[in-house]
């Protein structure tokens, strides 16, 4: 899908949950003062087993956030790039694995929820998967990213291996 696509379906996801968001803000408890929650990064897990990565993301998030979380796999040395911008994840050919081909593959884990990939067949070589989680309650803010998971795929002798995130 095309960046510039790709931003109007982000868009148009989070207008979506903007509209559902009225309903959650009608009542004053659940609304910061300036209408704007803290949001938290997605805790992922993930492991390879020969061209098949396995991820887990749980969104840490309460339901009145709005904040919908997902995981994406990149090309390792994108990794960088996605931690100083983040909405560079939304630039062509970036991730790998989901495709974004529809709302729900976007918005991924609801709030308080937990979801298992399992993504096969992927060429050998050094990926990352890295979390990410927006609200349309902070139109404009960048994603809010969890740290980033470094897997070699591969058939090969070298088998999976999980490299820290940077300063950990």
Not at 76 to 96: E, L, N
Not at 143 to 165: D, H, M, R, W
């Amino acid at each position: 899908m095309p960046a510039a696509r790709m931003k109007q379906f982000a868009a148009a996801a989070m207008t979506t949950a903007a509209a559902a968001a009225t309903v959650t803000l009608a009542t004053p408890a659940t609304a910061s003062a300036a209408g704007l929650v803290d949001v938290k990064a997605p805790e992922v897990t993930a492991s390879s087993t020969g061209t098949t990565l396995n991820i887990t993301i749980e969104n840490p998030n309460k339901g009145v956030s709005l904040a919908y979380c997902n995981a994406a796999v990149v090309d390792a040395s994108s990794v960088p790039d996605i931690i100083s911008d983040p909405w560079t994840i939304f630039d062509d050919g970036v991730v790998v694995f989901p495709t974004f081909d529809d709302i729900s593959t976007f918005l991924g884990v609801y709030p308080g929820q937990t979801k298992s990939y399992t993504v096969d067949d992927l060429e050998t070589g050094n990926y990352g998967v890295i979390g990410a989680c927006l609200t349309a309650l902070n139109p404009g803010e960048a994603p809010t990213l969890s740290n980033p998971k470094y897997l070699y795929v591969g058939n090969g002798s070298l088998g999976s291996s999980e490299i820290p995130a940077f300063g950990s």
